[in-house]
């Protein structure tokens, strides 16, 4: 299994509109940020997590034009609106793309985006909705979720289990709870949300993922979902040999 971080940034991306670099240096290649999707590649099949505004943009990077089916985390709009570049995917595969959600994400996005999953007289659906189940096993790997706190709402948390070797890739939440802590216990590799240094209402911050991946004794810790005060080279400095911060490309493999 392999693992890329399409985009790494929050939801404002990274420059802000207005080129605003924050704190980071702009001539880091890595400190230019997309919105938060990634992509696991397992055996033959690819698996999207989430479909941001800038979706287009970050498939092409990765060379890729066809998926096999999509996992959206939760439905914010940097998450959810890149939906509309799941027409021309589905023209490529030849066939519907399947999306799959919770329940409460199914019944909220099918209406919103309804000209994809239900058509019109003009254009077929190119889109199925589907409810997750407990759990997938996909060519080997095992696939398991967890709902996380995020705000008012919750999202996605996901496991990979592929023979003695573990990926989380968990993002937009901001406490770790008991049934998360169970699922990701011991990962060899957690991509984990970190918005910023600071503490922030519904986004994980620095201080604490850190001592939630040292409690949790993960292997490998990724940040994401980084804001632009989150300068690269100065979390490379600053980090413990067992964690780095992502930047749009970084792949890992199992």
């Not at 696991?40 to 060379?63: M, Y």
């Not at 709902?147 to 770790?176: K, M, N």
């Not at 990724?222 to 100065?234: E, F, G, K, P, W």
Request: charged share 25%.
């Amino acid at each position: 299994m392999k693992l890329r971080i399409l985009g790494s940034g929050t939801s404002s991306g990274v420059p802000r509109i207005g080129n605003d670099w924050g704190s980071v240096d702009p001539s880091e290649p890595r400190n230019r940020r997309l919105r938060a999707s990634a992509l696991a590649t397992i055996g033959g099949q690819r698996l999207l997590i989430d479909t941001g505004p800038d979706l287009r943009e970050q498939l092409n990077t990765a060379g890729v034009g066809e998926v096999d089916r999509v996992l959206l985390t939760h439905d914010h709009a940097d998450h959810i609106h890149g939906l509309d570049d799941l027409r021309q995917v589905a023209h490529n595969r030849g066939d519907q793309v399947p999306v799959y959600g919770r329940a409460e994400l199914v019944e909220r996005i099918v209406p919103r985006f309804e000209y994809l999953f239900r058509g019109n007289p003009l254009y077929p659906a190119v889109c199925v909705s589907h409810v997750i189940d407990d759990e997938w096993l996909i060519e080997g790997t095992r696939v398991r979720f967890v709902d996380q706190p995020h705000g008012r709402i919750t999202s996605l948390g996901i496991r990979f289990d592929e023979a003695e070797r573990s990926l989380v890739y968990a993002i937009d939440f901001v406490q770790l709870t008991d049934a998360m802590a169970s699922l990701y216990q011991g990962a060899d590799i957690w991509i984990a949300d970190c918005l910023r240094r600071r503490p922030h209402p519904t986004h994980a911050h620095l201080d604490a993922v850190l001592g939630w991946a040292r409690d949790l004794q993960v292997g490998h810790l990724v940040l994401t979902h980084l804001d632009n005060s989150m300068d690269h080279a100065q979390l490379r400095a600053e980090l413990p040999d067992w964690a780095e911060p992502a930047y749009d490309g970084l792949e890992l493999e199992l």
